[in-house]
């Protein structure tokens, strides 16, 4: 059984930065890694997803503010987050896709506020 452990949230003053991780347990072959938020309501979006040769996409909300990275090798993907704005406050979850399956964390709170 392939587990998601996400760590890094919590709370930060607009402005500031925070870095979120998420390891992958398990010898498991994975593609893309990403990042989503879902605020209360509204629909799981992507925030950023790396593919396993590098390649990233970010939402337009997030760009130059934040940097998706992964290290293939410990399966873990990571998500530097700077510039930090209130609208940016909600629970973010790691997403890793193989082959045949969709993975999901627990999710991680990030709170901006002063």
């Known amino acids: 059984q392939v587990q998601l452990v996400e760590s890094g949230g919590g709370l930060v003053q607009p402005g500031g930065s925070l870095r979120l991780s998420c390891a992958a347990s398990?010898?498991?072959?994975?593609?893309?890694m990403g990042w989503y938020r879902q605020a209360p309501g509204k629909q799981r979006e992507l925030v950023a997803a790396?593919?396993?040769?590098?390649?990233?996409n970010y939402a337009d909300a997030v760009k130059g503010r934040f940097t998706i990275s992964r290290d293939n090798a410990k399966n873990t993907v990571y998500l530097q987050m700077n510039s930090l704005k209130l609208e940016d406050t909600t629970v973010y979850y790691c997403?890793?896709?193989?082959?045949?399956?969709?993975?999901w964390g627990q999710g991680t709170q990030v709170t901006v506020s002063s």
């Open positions: 790396i593919t396993r040769g590098g390649r990233t």
């Open positions: 997403n890793a896709k193989t082959y045949y399956n969709d993975y």
């Open positions: 398990g010898r498991i072959f994975i593609n893309d």
